[in-house]
């Protein structure tokens, strides 16, 4: 079974190192490359495994034009991943389009905890499973996270209070899309900004005067397109 990271649209320069417990490998797929690990089972959905996994995506991001990270948990055979990518090729395309050369920059309202705030930059591609990955290791099964999808993609549709408007207005100039995610299951409001990877310095110094003017928003980024990758897998 492969554990997959991500897709990127060109092989990954120098090493890819290690995932969660083995090699990376660079599989070539329909539209680019899927970059899996070897595994037999899901990893416990913990914070652990989960901030393992993001450091592996944002690794790789660094090596590569164009990432679009896959959410935690994600197990497939051989058979199942070209199959699914093989029917996603103009989606594949697009999404591709959307985030090259592009990074993300995100904004939550202060919940003074840290941990909190580490949890909070992964959370958009966790495990979607209310009750957790099975801990028996079996394969997730197809579509576990429809209801959950269901639920970011209305959170991301709600309006955005004031603070959230103010932000975006004033850093329009910088950002290439803008989405937004309500509060749920302890997460705060939070605010999402795609950015071109050339803009990104001139981005936070104009966010840092935002965050002195607002100490109650915190900003962190710039990280790979997390909350704006394309649900393919």
Known sequence: MWYVFALVDAAPRG?????????????????GFAI???????????????????????RLARAVPAILPIRFGTLLDEDALDEVLAERGGDVTEAFALVRERVQ?????????????????????????????DQSGAQPAAGAGAAY???????????????????????????????FQ???????????????????RRYRVRARALTRATPAMTLSGPWPPFAFAAELL
């Open 105 to 133: 920059f995100t904004w939550r309202r202060a919940t003074g905890n840290k941990a909190d705030h580490e949890r909070g930059s992964m959370r958009i591609r966790a495990y979607p499973s209310e009750a957790g990955p």
């Open 36 to 58: 899996v690990e070897r595994r037999a089972d899901v990893p416990p959905l913990e914070f652990g495994p989960l901030r393992a996994h993001q450091q592996v995506v944002t």
């Open 149 to 179: 999808l269901r639920r970011a993609a209305g959170s991301v549709a709600a309006a955005a209070p004031g603070a959230f408007r103010l932000l975006g207005k004033t850093l329009h100039p910088f950002v290439v899309r803008e989405k």
């Open 15 to 31: 090493r890819l190192g290690r995932g969660l417990g083995g090699p990376l490998r660079a599989r070539e797929v329909p539209g």
């Open 182 to 200: 309500a509060a749920a299951n302890g997460m705060p409001d939070t605010l999402y900004h795609l950015v071109e990877s050339t803009a990104a």
